[in-house]
């Protein structure tokens, strides 16, 4: 019974996973990491690590996807990367220094919010338009952007998937399709780092679980991402909004739970 629990948990929290991270770059922590604390007992910090390792494969076969059908802007991509694992780590010193109380449901309400975005307000900017951007200029935005971003994750200790879209789309001017294809390429590097360190202080989780969330992650996070790339830029808007906020409304169901 409690090999079927785990199955089933681990099928569900890696779908929503997969399609979150597939349709808009969502980092697999918001999903997983409640599922498991609620229906398994397993520890928090281990239940991130098991997401963070989960986003890994997601969020690189999702960036090969995306970098196939030319949806993915790798040079400013890896500019923005380095300053949001330089500034993750910033943020969560200074976090450590300011008394404040957990900010877990930040990006359960940031989900939700971007989600209803998507549906009212899609993005319809296009390559042409984000091509007219100079070189210096948007290498300049990827640094300071990353900044704000990995700062955020840091002090927060959530949002990064969900900032990094943000951004992307209302603050860089990215097409829809190629911020999501960048931003899974970041979270595919942020994600490593993160997963290996916890598993370096706090040890590995339970096999079976990881493997699983891992695998079902994989393959929903590939369904998805596919789907994606084959859909007009106004019914992936739409797609994402309503994926975006049914996930949202279910991982805060989830943290009632706990």
């Not at 890696?14 to 922590?29: D, N, P």
């Not at 997601?58 to 694992?85: E, F, H, P, Q, R």
């Not at 916890?198 to 339970?206: E, K, R, T, V």
Request: aromatic content about 10%; charged content about 10%; glycine content about 12%.
């Amino acid at each position: 019974m409690e090999i079927l629990l785990a199955v089933l948990v681990a099928f569900f929290a890696g779908m929503g996973a997969g399609l979150g991270t597939g349709f808009a770059g969502m980092s697999a922590a918001a999903v997983i990491s409640p599922m498991l604390i609620t229906f398994l007992g397993m520890d928090p910090y281990m239940a991130v690590g098991v997401a963070l390792s989960s986003d890994v494969l997601a969020s690189a076969v999702s960036a090969y996807t995306y970098g196939k059908n030319k949806n993915l802007d790798i040079k400013n991509g890896l500019i923005m990367m380095c300053s949001v694992l330089v500034f993750t780590v910033v943020g969560s010193f200074v976090s450590k220094l300011v008394p404040s109380a957990t900010m877990g449901s930040f990006s359960v309400f940031m989900t939700l919010l971007l989600g209803i975005k998507f549906i009212v307000r899609p993005v319809m900017t296009t390559k042409e338009a984000m091509e007219g951007v100079s070189v210096k200029k948007r290498a300049l935005q990827s640094v300071l952007c990353g900044m704000l971003i990995g700062f955020i994750c840091g002090f927060v200790g959530a949002g990064g998937g969900m900032m990094m879209l943000l951004i992307l789309t209302s603050v860089l001017g990215y097409e829809l399709k190629t911020a999501v294809g960048t931003s899974v390429f970041i979270m595919t590097f942020t994600a490593l780092t993160g997963a290996v360190s916890h598993f370096a202080m706090g040890g590995l989780p339970d096999i079976l679980v990881w493997v699983l969330c891992i695998v079902f992650t994989f393959i929903w996070a590939r369904i998805a991402a596919v789907f994606a790339n084959k859909t007009a830029p106004k019914t992936l808007n739409r797609a994402t909004g309503v994926i975006l906020v049914v996930l949202g409304v279910v991982v805060l169901g989830f943290s009632f739970l706990s």
